[in-house]
């Protein structure tokens, strides 16, 4: 799952998206671009964050930002929603912690382990044998995983992994800043604060209740304003000459920031006992704030200071190193994410569904398996034109003798023997088992066949069916054909934007399948002329505008269904086409 060569760390925040690029460089990493988009300001703080927000910013991000389907993107949920739990196990044998940890959640979690997606992580990389294991235990609701994947369909199959916020922040600041000694950091942000306690090999996180939107509700209640232009006034503060009374309303809220941390350092110190704290790290774009830094530390009694500079990650020279550092502060979570999902990090909880991670493999696969199907439903119909056409050349030699005769008879029992078979009962696989190898043909055909299909045009399946001149229900494919003759019929179904239309399956796709003509030994082309059917979307295939099989989501009014079928000319349709051609 992790460990790619590049990847994108995707913070999904409440009023926006951070994103970064990074790779491997030497013992660090390298930005290899960076990424911050923000939710449209709407009056209050409930209308922002909505999924409709979310997902116009992720294409935004998409489009913005290049992103193919090759690459991987590895997503931060907010730590909020999360279940965290620390527990010790007793010393046991490393393979047996997944059995003792999954009895442990089942006692520790409060919620039925069916509802829930859940992992766990040893708090120290090394075990020392007859020493107790302590385990993070961190779980989340399948409904809202549910609901925060709904908000992701525009990166459905790039997506490869799903961490919690604060557990990326540790990846980051442990692999970028490797403390010496013990370090609180806290990285206010907009719902919540993450506190985070880096303590030599262990860490401990939580949440705290006070964050940057109640900075912001203390100056709309203050001065009487709106939520967006008191959000305004709190970010340019730093450059307001009203910074000092913009930060007095703040020193209440402040206060209960102060107590919360104190409170949270207090009990880790409880546990820890012999734990002493000097540093205290702050993030997340409220220490803009002119005095913030100042009055935690002389509130907390601790080095106080905000992240200013990156140790062990470089930026590419290509970027604006200007720009990064403006906001070098909210970047550390997406940081995060990119470490791990570079195989970096110690920390490797990932609550991606395993259901949604075979999905996109499914998806992404898909492609390729109706490609291959493609090929052999049209190796099927050339192979029964073959055989036809070897029929007639060894029936020419009977009158050589009896010995030729023999063997012509033998041959052509075994001709109408699968042609029997295949026209009757056997399924397509058993088909397709009965006809033989041609390698050059597949080498021949499998670059045409891919050419043909114009982008935007989606593939969803293929059949094929024998019909007789005159049958109930046949079709019109028959001019030219021998009177009683099954005929070979051969359809390709699929779907394009609705903004292209009927024309555009008529003037291009039809064309382009038209001109993949694979010709026989005399020269002659294999194919009759092709059809286009229906192309009403909610009648001809329904599922296609829910989005499956072929996994895009689809509106109704958007989709465009068609089905293009074709006649494969038989040797006797070949004939008889040279006869009835006037000659010259």
């Avoid at 989501?553 to 006649?567: D, G, K, S």
Wanted: no cysteine; aromatic share 8%.
């Amino acid at each position: 799952m992790f460990g790619a060569s590049a990847v994108w760390g995707l913070d999904v925040g409440r009023f926006g998206l951070k994103a970064v690029k990074v790779k491997k460089a030497g013992a660090g990493i390298q930005i290899l671009a960076f990424d911050h988009i923000e939710y449209e300001m709407a009056g209050s703080v409930e209308e922002i964050g909505t999924s409709d927000q979310v997902m116009g910013a992720l294409q935004t991000f998409i489009q913005r930002n290049k992103i193919t389907k090759a690459d991987r993107i590895i997503a931060g949920m907010p730590s909020r929603q999360v279940f965290s739990r620390f527990i010790n196990l007793p010393p046991v044998e490393r393979k047996r912690i997944p059995e003792i940890v999954k009895y442990e959640a089942r006692q520790q979690i409060p919620f039925d382990l069916d509802e829930v997606i859940w992992d766990f992580q040893p708090i120290k990389a090394e075990l020392v044998p007859g020493e107790e294991i302590e385990i993070g235990l961190f779980a989340i609701k399948k409904d809202i995983i549910d609901d925060f994947l709904t908000n992701l369909q525009p990166i459905k199959f790039n997506l490869y992994g799903i961490q919690i916020s604060l557990l990326a922040l540790y990846n980051f600041f442990s692999f970028d800043q490797r403390p010496e000694r013990s370090t609180v950091v806290v990285d206010v942000g907009a719902e919540n604060t993450s506190l985070l306690v880096i303590d030599r090999e262990r860490f401990w996180i939580r949440n705290l209740p006070v964050a940057g939107n109640d900075l912001t509700k203390a100056i709309q209640s203050k001065f009487n304003v709106s939520f967006e232009e008191a959000e305004h006034v709190k970010r340019k503060a730093a450059q307001s000459k009203h910074a000092k009374q913009v930060f007095e309303v703040l020193q209440t809220v402040l206060r209960d920031l102060v107590s919360e941390i104190q409170r949270s350092i207090g009990y880790y110190k409880s546990l820890a006992k012999d734990v002493k704290f000097e540093d205290l790290v702050v993030m997340g774009n409220a220490f803009k704030l002119p005095g913030m830094e100042k009055f935690l530390a002389d509130n907390l009694q601790y080095k106080v200071k905000a992240l200013s500079e990156l140790r062990n990650t470089t930026l590419a020279d290509s970027l604006d190193a200007d720009a990064f550092n403006e906001n070098i502060l909210t970047f550390g979570i997406a940081l995060g994410l990119g470490v791990q999902g570079l195989g970096l990090s110690h920390i490797t909880i990932d609550v991606l569904p395993s259901s949604y991670a075979q999905e996109r493999e499914i998806g992404k696969k898909k492609p390729i398996a109706i490609a291959t199907a493609a090929l052999l439903f049209l190796a099927l119909g050339l192979r029964y034109s073959f055989e036809g056409r070897q029929n007639r050349q060894l029936k020419q030699f009977e009158t050589e003798g009896v010995d030729v005769l023999d063997k012509v008879k033998k041959l052509e029992g075994e001709y109408q023997a699968a042609k029997n078979s295949v026209g009757q009962n056997m399924g397509p696989l058993n088909q397709i088992a009965g006809i033989g190898t041609r390698r050059d043909f597949w080498i021949a055909v499998l670059p045409r066949l891919g050419s043909a299909i114009p982008k935007g045009v989606y593939l969803s399946s293929f059949s094929s069916r024998y019909e007789t001149p005159g049958a109930p229900g046949a079709g019109a494919f028959f001019a030219g054909a021998k009177p009683g003759q099954p005929a070979l019929i051969m359809s390709i179904d699929g779907e394009v934007p609705g903004q292209f239309g009927e024309k555009f399956i008529r003037e291009k796709l039809m064309k382009n399948i038209e001109s993949v003509v694979v010709y026989d030994e005399d020269g002659v082309p294999a194919f009759a002329g092709v059809v286009l059917e229906g192309v009403k979307a909610e009648e001809r295939a329904p599922q296609l505008v829910a989005g499956a099989p072929t996994g895009r989501p689809v509106r109704p009014e958007t989709a465009l269904v068609f089905r293009i079928t074709w006649r494969v000319k038989s040797d006797e349709d070949i004939e008889a086409e040279k006869k009835a051609k006037p000659k010259a």
